[in-house]
């Protein structure tokens, strides 16, 4: 299904300035009604009326109904990547690390609907979107393993190869692809994803 164009920018629109707190605040609402709901057939009709505001002030915030919807995904993983970061800022054990990381990237995640995902995935610029935030996170685990690795708290491993197969485990929990089969819920599959990391590097009792 591809994202809908209608609610394109009318003539004049977008030159409307908002103030740092109110464009926030829209953003905030705008991200808690496409991540539940989705948005293929979200208008900017129906969101104007929804937040009690003029189509113009939406279009101040992006130009179009598209680039709307891109500005709120990126609102939603800039705010996560920034509290996932918060809440590992304090760990230092390398194996800690890495499973309170993977723990927070899926409770960021367990925020968007099944819709909402399907919808980013069903559009070129919001899948690249959602590509480039998972490569992301791909980088920083393997930054975590490699960490490990130098510092002797993990075994030697090709670094960038777990990593990328962690990115691969996590597009598949993403997708719900590995939650059908197991009935995992998105949360219990992380923490099965950390366990089977962090086994992975682990030292064998003994081993150099």
Known sequence: MSVQRTGRRAPGAGRKRLDEERRNELLAHLQGIVLEEGFARLTVDALAARLQCSKTTLYAIS????????????SFFRDAAEQV??????VEDPARQIAAYLAAVGAQMQRMSAACYDDMLDDDATREIYTVNSMAATRRVG????????????????AEFVSQAVGLLIDGIHSRELLGPTRLSSGDAFIELSNLVLAALTKVPGSP
């Open 143 to 158: 930054e975590m393993i490699h960490a490990g690795v130098e510092s002797g708290e993990f075994r030697a491993v090709h």
């Open 63 to 74: 130009s179009s109904r598209h680039h709307l919807v891109a500005t709120v995904l990126k």
């Open 85 to 90: 970061e918060q809440e590992i800022v304090a």
